[in-house]
C-alpha cells in the first residue's frame, strides 16, 4: 500500500495569515497521463469530508480561490493564502491513484 | 443537485451482521464508481470498499481488514448502494460514509471522492 505522511499534524493559525500542509508519499504519484493522483479534502467539525483539491491543483467546484493545491510526484502542498475561520477542521491528502486508496493522518488546523 | 442520503447504522454484537443503505439523487448511481469509507472514533479515514460502475460490471474491491465480510451491493431500480458487514468486530466500530467518485471524461482522469453521504454510525459491542 502507499504510505501517505502529513505535516504539521497540528497548525495553529492567525485569521488572515497563510498556512501550509505537506503530504508525502511513499510511492510517486505521478502517472503516465501527466496528472499527479492526489487529492486534499477538510473535514469540518461534526461534518463529512468534502473535497478541496483533485489531481494536485484542480479545485473542487465551490472550493474558494483561496485554496491552492501544487507539487508533483511524491511531495504535494496545500496551500491557504488567506485563512478565515470557517477553515478550521482537519485536513487529509488521500491517494487513488492505487487500490486500496490511502490517506495522510491528517493536520488539524485551528485558529489562534 | 448532487446527494447521498444514508441509513442504517446501530448497535449489533461482535459476531452479528448490519446492512447500511445509500440512496442517491440526483444522479444515476449505477453510472458511477461508489466507495464506501469509515472512520473510527476520534481517528482518521480508512477505504472500506469499491464498487465500479454498471458500464464497468458492477465489479468490487476491499481493504484487506473487511475482505469476504463486507460485501457492496446495487440495486438500480432504488438508485442506491448498499454495505452488507457480516461478522462484525469491535474494531469496525466507526461512521461509514457512502462516496460517489468523480470522472473527467473530457480527459479520461477520475478517481477523487467528489461527493459523500452524511456517515451512518455502527457500533459493534457486546
Given at each position: 500500500d502507499i504510505v501517505m505522511t502529513q505535516s504539521p499534524l497540528s497548525l495553529p493559525v492567525t485569521p488572515g495569515e497563510p498556512a501550509s500542509i505537506s503530504c508525502r508519499s511513499?510511492?510517486?504519484?505521478?502517472?503516465s497521463n501527466g496528472y499527479n493522483y492526489l487529492d486534499w479534502y477538510l473535514q469540518k467539525p461534526g461534518q463529512s469530508p468534502q473535497l478541496?483539491?483533485?489531481?494536485?491543483?484542480n479545485r473542487a467546484?465551490?472550493?474558494?480561490?483561496?485554496f491552492s493545491g501544487s507539487g508533483s510526484g511524491t511531495d504535494f502542498t496545500l496551500t491557504i493564502n488567506r485563512v478565515e475561520a470557517e477553515d478550521v477542521g482537519v485536513y487529509y491528502c488521500m491517494q487513488p491513484?492505487?487500490?486500496?486508496p490511502t490517506f495522510g493522518q491528517g493536520t488539524r488546523l485551528e485558529i489562534k | 443537485e448532487v446527494q447521498l442520503v444514508q441509513s442504517g447504522g446501530g448497535l449489533v454484537q461482535p459476531g452479528g451482521s448490519l446492512r447500511l443503505s445509500c440512496a442517491a439523487s440526483g444522479?444515476?448511481?449505477?453510472?458511477h464508481y461508489m466507495d464506501w469509507v469509515r472512520q473510527a472514533p476520534g481517528k482518521g479515514l480508512e477505504w472500506v470498499g469499491r464498487s465500479r460502475s454498471k458500464f464497468k460490471g458492477y465489479t468490487t474491491d476491499y481493504a484487506a481488514s473487511v475482505k469476504d465480510r463486507f460485501t457492496i451491493l446495487r440495486d438500480d431500480s432504488k438508485n442506491s448502494v448498499y454495505l452488507q458487514m457480516n461478522s462484525?468486530?469491535?474494531?469496525?466500530?466507526a461512521v461509514y460514509y457512502c462516496v460517489r467518485l468523480g470522472t473527467n471524461s473530457a480527459t479520461g482522469t477520475g478517481g477523487w471522492f467528489e461527493a459523500w453521504g452524511q456517515g451512518a454510525l455502527v457500533i459493534v459491542s457486546s
Open positions: 511513499s510511492q510517486s504519484l505521478l502517472y478541496l483539491i483533485y489531481l494536485g491543483s467546484s465551490g472550493v474558494p480561490d483561496r491513484l492505487q487500490i486500496p | 444522479f444515476t448511481s449505477s453510472d462484525l468486530k469491535t474494531d469496525d466500530t
